[in-house]
């Protein structure tokens, strides 16, 4: 029951992303952010206004960057808002021991078999071969630099991220199935947010030069991935249902900002914009178009 609870779980993540980056563009990481925000504020003078003020002229990746901190400073209220319900214990945090004892009382030596391999792959020593891996693979392909750069930057990143928040936070993981192997503080699950983060920048790094519907596909297995580990860890027993939330909620958002100070398609960061004139074959010149200059 357990291990199909979380195929089904991983399965809807999946293909959530899938239809998410098939149907609207702007969810595709392997997009340029800067133009899809550009669009949405295009008659917005108010906001054009305030977000100039605020940014270097001529940025390529200013409104997609900033766009991205606004995500972070999302993400951290979230996260506030998750260490203020445990310090109370309400919220989402009464939810957690009830998730617990379900999964305690549907686990088997099967189950806990499959999530013990499944919740490997937010390992540390998994995360930093796959890191090696598609970096080696990303200077081979693509002969960029900036890849392995990238890629360093997630996985160092969240490492820092949810190392830092788990000794200030400090919480105890659950004891309803004590493990010897899983020691230190819960909040937030580090394979979690490993996994989140981590196989995303994989995803974009596979995605350059792909087809939109084969963006879509490692998008949505590289959100399924992040999805099935935070559920072996709250399974397993070793992370409490918030701690799970909080470690996605970190991945995904570091991944974005990463994303985005490199550039949705590993644009050279702060590169100055180009403007593509096409010159229609009637009436007056037109203006020009903003687009991501690639590296």
Not at 9 to 30: I, K, S
Request: proline share 5%.
């Amino acid at each position: 029951m357990v291990v199909l609870v979380a195929l089904v779980a991983c399965a809807c993540a999946g293909v959530g992303a899938f239809l998410a980056v098939r149907h609207w563009p702007q969810a595709d990481p392997a997009l340029s952010a800067t133009e899809t925000i550009g669009q949405g504020l295009r008659n917005r003078r108010g906001a054009r206004r305030f977000l100039r003020s605020r940014m270097t002229p001529g940025t390529a990746t200013g409104l997609a960057l900033t766009a991205a901190l606004a995500g972070l400073v999302v993400t951290g209220a979230v996260v506030g808002v998750l260490v203020w319900m445990i310090r109370r214990d309400a919220g989402l945090v009464n939810v957690d021991l009830g998730v617990e004892r379900w999964a305690l009382e549907h686990s088997t030596a099967f189950s806990d078999d499959v999530l013990e391999t499944v919740t490997h792959l937010g390992d540390t020593t998994t995360i930093i071969a796959v890191g090696v891996a598609i970096s080696a693979y990303g200077v081979w392909r693509w002969r960029k630099p900036t890849i392995p750069l990238f890629v360093l930057a997630v996985v160092l990143g969240q490492m820092l991220i949810s190392n830092t928040i788990k000794v200030i936070i400090d919480r105890a993981r659950p004891e309803l199935r004590p493990r010897a192997d899983f020691t230190g503080t819960s909040f937030p699950s580090g394979h979690t947010t490993a996994a989140a983060a981590t196989y995303l920048a994989v995803a974009l790094v596979l995605a350059i030069g792909s087809s939109p519907r084969a963006r879509a596909a490692l998008v949505g297995v590289a959100v399924a991935i992040g999805v099935a580990v935070a559920c072996t860890r709250v399974f397993l027993g070793v992370h409490w249902f918030s701690d799970a939330v909080a470690g996605l909620a970190i991945g995904w958002s570091w991944f974005g900002l990463c994303a985005v100070a490199f550039g949705g398609r590993i644009l050279r960061f702060g590169a100055p914009a180009k403007v593509a004139v096409s010159p229609p074959a009637h009436g007056p010149p037109p203006r020009g178009r903003v687009t991501a200059e690639l590296e």
